[in-house]
C-alpha cells in the first residue's frame, strides 16, 4: 500500500524568508499524481500544487514550488516570501486509482 | 467551496446513537469520498463512491456505512456512534479517477460522548 511520510510535525519561519516542508512516500507505480494541501484554521481543505510523476519539471505556483525527487520518492514543498497568511496545517498527499492517501500533516507557523 | 456543502458543520451525539452525515454536490462529478481526519494520522479514507449505488470501502471502514442514491448526495452514516468515531470528517469529490485533486467540503465536526 502506498504510504505518505510527513517528518516535520511542526515548522516555523520568518515572515518574508523561505520555508521547505518535506514529503516522502512509498509507492510501485511509475505513473501517478502528488499534491499539497493547505488547511488554515478555517478547516477548509486548499490545493496548493500538484505534480505529475512523468514530468521531469518541478512545479510551480506563485510562491509555492516544489522539489520532485522521483528516485528518491521525495516530494518537497517550498514556500518563499512567507506571508502571515500562508499560517497553516499543510499536507502531502498521493492520488491512487481510488483514493488520495494523506500524510499526517505539517504545522507551520510563520512569526511577524 | 461552493460546489460542495457538507451538513451539519457540528454535531454532539450520545454513544450508541445513529448519526448520518450529508455531503451534497453541484458539480456533477462521478467520484465522491467519505474521510476522518485525527491528529497525527491526517486524512483516512472511510468509504468512497464511483457512481450512484456504487460505492467501497476505504481504510477505516468498520462501523461505517454509505449510501449514494443520486449523483449529488453521499450520505455517510455511523450505526453506533462510538467515542473513538469523534472526528472531523470530510467529504470530498473529483471529475475523474487520476489526475486532478480533490475538492473538499468544509467539513463535519463530530463529537460522541
Known amino acids: 500500500a502506498q504510504t505518505v511520510t510527513q517528518s516535520q510535525p511542526e515548522m516555523s519561519v520568518q515572515e518574508a524568508e523561505t520555508v521547505t516542508l518535506s514529503c516522502t512516500y512509498d509507492t510501485s507505480e511509475s505513473d501517478y499524481y502528488l499534491f499539497w494541501y493547505k488547511q488554515p484554521p478555517s478547516r477548509q481543505m486548499i490545493l496548493v500544487i500538484r505534480q505529475e510523476a512523468y514530468k521531469q519539471q518541478n512545479a510551480t505556483e506563485n510562491r509555492f514550488s516544489v522539489n520532485f525527487q522521483k528516485a528518491a520518492k521525495s516530494f518537497s514543498l517550498k514556500i518563499s516570501d512567507s506571508q502571515l497568511g500562508d499560517a497553516a496545517m499543510y499536507f502531502c498527499a498521493y492520488r491512487t486509482v481510488n483514493d488520495m492517501r494523506f500524510g499526517a500533516g505539517t504545522r507551520l507557523t510563520v512569526k511577524p | 467551496d461552493a460546489g460542495i456543502t457538507q451538513s451539519p458543520r457540528h454535531k454532539v451525539t450520545e454513544t450508541g446513537t445513529p448519526v448520518t452525515l450529508r455531503c451534497h454536490q453541484t458539480e456533477n462529478h462521478r467520484y465522491m469520498y467519505w474521510y476522518r481526519q485525527d491528529p497525527g494520522h491526517g486524512l483516512r479514507l472511510i468509504h468512497y463512491s464511483y457512481g450512484v449505488k456504487d460505492t467501497d470501502k476505504g481504510e477505516v471502514s468498520d462501523g461505517y456505512s454509505v449510501s449514494r442514491s443520486k449523483t449529488e448526495d453521499f450520505l455517510l452514516t455511523l450505526e453506533s456512534a462510538t467515542s473513538s468515531q469523534t472526528s472531523v470528517y470530510f467529504c470530498?469529490?473529483?471529475?475523474?479517477?487520476?489526475?486532478?485533486?480533490?475538492?473538499f467540503g468544509s467539513g463535519t465536526r463530530l463529537t460522541v460522548v
Open positions: 470530498a469529490i473529483s471529475e475523474s479517477v487520476t489526475g486532478q485533486g480533490y475538492t
